[in-house]
């Protein structure tokens, strides 16, 4: 028994409509899906003491992250922002993730209305924490106290992310041994200054840095390193090629001889990389 070519090839166009009207298909489903997923974001009024500050609350009951299970709710991600307060990119990164399924937290460290108007008051204010840790780590953890307290936050499924100022903050949030699950840094500053306080963390790190970054010196990515590594830390970090500070921010400019510029690739793979982490960290294992 055997068939023609013209028998095989027309099985061949066959299954090959058939594969493209799947395909067509999911496409279709897919885009529904999208069509009906509606990011709904809150402001949040908190306080720390007499000092009010106001975070930024993005999530979508429609979506959930791939794998993570139904009835735990949803995970929770933490998100600090950089020296110049919290302004619309903590906003986008928060909508970004309340499109991938998380519940998404930006927190305030400066106060309620207070933005620095240029990059030399953010020095300023940011060298403020940086030069108190513990205020720095206690704004860190009144921030995380309110995602937690999101409707529908698993509250074992915590991660936190944070951009240059606020990378530097989610590696103090888990050196105070605040309880979550993995933290993000992206082009954060990356001292040891109480290498002790390494005991303290029961997060999984992954550290995202520009290879050209002139603002984290090889002895703080040494000593960081060494901190980790003398306290068990389950860490991992991607270095990214022509990527200097701010990477992930297309508002440096695209200049990397002033020390701070948006690299596009960078800045998807550092992404790309958040979510694979987020993955491990978050999807339901199988049952045994």
Same mark, same amino acid.
């Given at each position: 028994?055997?068939? @023609?070519?013209?028998?095989? %090839?027309?099985?061949?166009?066959? =299954? $090959?409509?058939?594969?493209? /009207?799947?395909?067509?298909?999911?496409?279709?489903?897919?885009?529904?899906?999208?069509?009906?997923?509606?990011?709904?974001?809150? /402001?949040?009024?908190?306080?720390?003491?007499?000092?009010?500050?106001?975070?930024?609350?993005?999530?979508?009951?429609?979506?959930?992250?791939?794998? /993570?299970?139904?009835?735990?709710?949803?995970?929770?991600?933490?998100?600090?922002?950089?020296?110049? &307060?919290?302004?619309?990119?903590? %906003?986008?990164? @928060?909508?970004?993730?309340?499109?991938?399924?998380?519940?998404?937290?930006? #927190?305030?460290?400066?106060?309620?209305?207070? +933005?620095?108007?240029?990059?030399?008051?953010?020095?300023?204010?940011?060298?403020?924490?940086?030069?108190? +840790?513990?205020?720095?780590?206690?704004?860190?953890?009144?921030? #995380?106290?309110?995602? +937690?307290?999101?409707?529908?936050?698993?509250?074992?499924?915590?991660?936190?992310?944070?951009? @240059?100022?606020?990378?530097?903050?989610?590696?103090?949030?888990?050196? $105070?041994?605040?309880?979550?699950? &993995?933290?993000?840094?992206?082009?954060?500053?990356?001292?040891?200054?109480?290498?002790?306080?390494?005991?303290?963390?029961?997060?999984?790190?992954?550290?995202?840095?520009?290879?050209?970054?002139?603002?984290?010196?090889?002895?703080?990515?040494?000593?960081?390193?060494?901190?980790?590594?003398?306290?068990?830390?389950?860490?991992? !970090? =991607?270095?990214?090629?022509?990527?200097?500070?701010?990477?992930?921010?297309?508002?440096?400019?695209?200049?990397?001889?002033?020390?701070?510029?948006?690299?596009?690739?960078?800045?998807? %793979?550092?992404?790309?990389? !958040?979510?694979?982490?987020?993955?491990? #960290?978050?999807?339901?294992?199988?049952?045994?």
């Amino acid at each position: 028994m055997f068939c @023609c070519r013209r028998d095989v %090839r027309r099985s061949r166009l066959l =299954n $090959s409509v058939k594969l493209f /009207t799947c395909m067509l298909f999911a496409s279709a489903m897919w885009t529904a899906t999208v069509a009906k997923a509606e990011v709904q974001t809150q /402001t949040i009024v908190y306080q720390d003491g007499d000092v009010m500050l106001e975070g930024f609350l993005a999530f979508d009951t429609k979506v959930r992250p791939a794998g /993570t299970k139904a009835e735990s709710g949803k995970p929770g991600v933490l998100v600090v922002h950089q020296w110049m &307060g919290l302004t619309d990119y903590e %906003r986008r990164r @928060c909508r970004q993730l309340a499109e991938l399924g998380y519940i998404a937290f930006a #927190l305030d460290i400066y106060g309620r209305g207070v +933005r620095p108007a240029d990059t030399g008051e953010a020095a300023e204010f940011s060298g403020k924490y940086k030069s108190d +840790r513990e205020l720095y780590r206690r704004r860190l953890n009144l921030g #995380l106290e309110q995602l +937690r307290k999101a409707d529908n936050v698993a509250k074992d499924q915590i991660a936190a992310i944070g951009y @240059c100022f606020g990378g530097t903050g989610v590696i103090e949030l888990a050196r $105070s041994g605040a309880e979550v699950n &993995g933290i993000v840094s992206f082009h954060g500053g990356l001292d040891s200054p109480s290498p002790d306080d390494g005991a303290n963390i029961q997060a999984k790190v992954l550290v995202c840095h520009g290879a050209d970054d002139p603002f984290v010196p090889k002895a703080d990515v040494e000593s960081m390193i060494a901190e980790f590594d003398a306290h068990d830390v389950d860490w991992q !970090m =991607n270095v990214y090629a022509d990527a200097v500070h701010s990477f992930t921010q297309p508002m440096a400019g695209d200049d990397n001889s002033k020390g701070a510029a948006y690299n596009k690739k960078a800045d998807l %793979r550092s992404w790309d990389a !958040m979510r694979v982490f987020f993955h491990e #960290l978050f999807a339901a294992k199988p049952a045994d």
